[in-house]
């Protein structure tokens, strides 16, 4: 399984439902596949011309290191040298903030990765997993 167009395409809405709800900055939300593909990309109206390409390395980076960008970014704080040289090595496609989260499916087999910027990053992830629980799916 994948998080299919018509899929990715819910849990985008639902992103930018709950962060409507909540009255969060403009944000944008990109879904990526398990290898990394773009699925869906949406860009609210205000937000920052860097808000798609940011919430991309925030999911590409997470699906590359196995766990959310959140997480790599407390493991960032102790090795800069290791996640200086991973951003290099990605393509610039690594943001080491909160934000990006990796999608399972329910036999725990890994279907994607969604990512958010525009807020506080803890914001942003906050968006994503609501946006995940609305469409029935879990983020970790």
Do not use: N, W
């Amino acid at each position: 399984m994948s998080l299919f167009l018509h899929l990715a395409d819910e849990v985008a809405d639902a992103v930018l439902a709950h962060a409507r709800s909540e009255g969060t900055a403009p944000l944008a939300v990109v879904v990526l596949d398990p290898g990394g593909h773009l699925v869906v990309a949406k860009r609210e109206d205000g937000a920052g011309i860097l808000r798609t390409d940011i919430a991309t390395a925030k999911a590409y980076g997470a699906l590359g290191m196995g766990m959310s960008s959140g997480a790599i970014a407390e493991r960032a704080t102790g090795q800069p040298a290791f996640f200086t040289g991973l951003a290099a090595v990605a393509g610039g496609r690594f943001a080491p903030a909160a934000g990006g989260v990796l999608v399972h499916d329910a036999e725990g087999l890994l279907i994607g990765a969604v990512g958010v910027s525009g807020d506080t990053s803890d914001v942003d992830e906050q968006c994503v997993l609501a946006g995940l629980a609305a469409a029935g799916l879990a983020g970790d």
